[in-house]
Nanobody
Framework: VQLQASGGGLVQAGGSLRLSCAAS????????MGWFRQAAGKEREFVAA????????NYADPVKDRFTISRDNGKNTAYLQMNSLKPEDTAVYFC????????????????WGKGTQVTVSS
C-alpha cells in the first residue's frame, strides 16, 4: 500500500486544516489507519487512529476534542480534521496503515506515507 499525505500548510493559532491521506496499490479498506506527527527535535508520536470500517477511533490526549479522524473507503482516503490549532501542533504529519488494530502505534504500522508539514503561528 502506498500512502500520500497532503493538506498541510501555515495557519494561525485557532485556525483549522484538513489533512488527507490517499492510498493506492492495496486493499485500503482492510487496513486500520493512523496519523502521527513529529516536531523538530522530538520523537514521532501518535495522534489518532481509526479502524478499517470507521467504527472505532482513538486520539492522543493533546488533540482530543480538537482533531477528528475519518475515512472514506470508497475514495481510498483517510482524513484528519484539525480545529483550534495551537503552535504546539506544529510538526510533520504522517499517515500510516496497520493490518492489526492491536499494533497501531509508532512502532507497529505496516506502511507509512511521506509527511506533510503543518505550521501553526502564534
Amino acid at each position: 500500500v502506498q500512502l500520500q499525505a497532503s493538506g498541510g500548510g501555515l495557519v494561525q493559532a485557532g485556525g483549522s486544516l484538513r489533512l488527507s491521506c490517499a492510498a493506492s496499490g492495496g486493499s485500503f479498506s482492510t487496513y486500520h489507519m493512523g496519523w502521527f506527527r513529529q516536531a523538530a527535535g522530538k520523537e514521532r508520536e501518535f495522534v489518532a487512529a481509526i479502524t478499517w470500517n470507521g467504527g472505532r477511533t482513538n486520539y492522543a490526549d493533546p488533540v482530543k476534542d480538537r482533531f477528528t479522524i475519518s475515512r472514506d473507503n470508497g475514495k481510498n482516503t483517510a482524513y484528519l480534521q484539525m480545529n483550534s490549532l495551537k503552535p504546539e501542533d506544529t510538526a510533520v504529519y504522517f499517515c500510516a496503515a496497520a493490518a492489526l488494530w492491536a499494533r497501531v502505534g509508532v512502532n507497529g504500522m505496516d506502511y507509512w506515507g511521506k509527511g506533510t508539514q503543518v505550521t501553526v503561528s502564534s
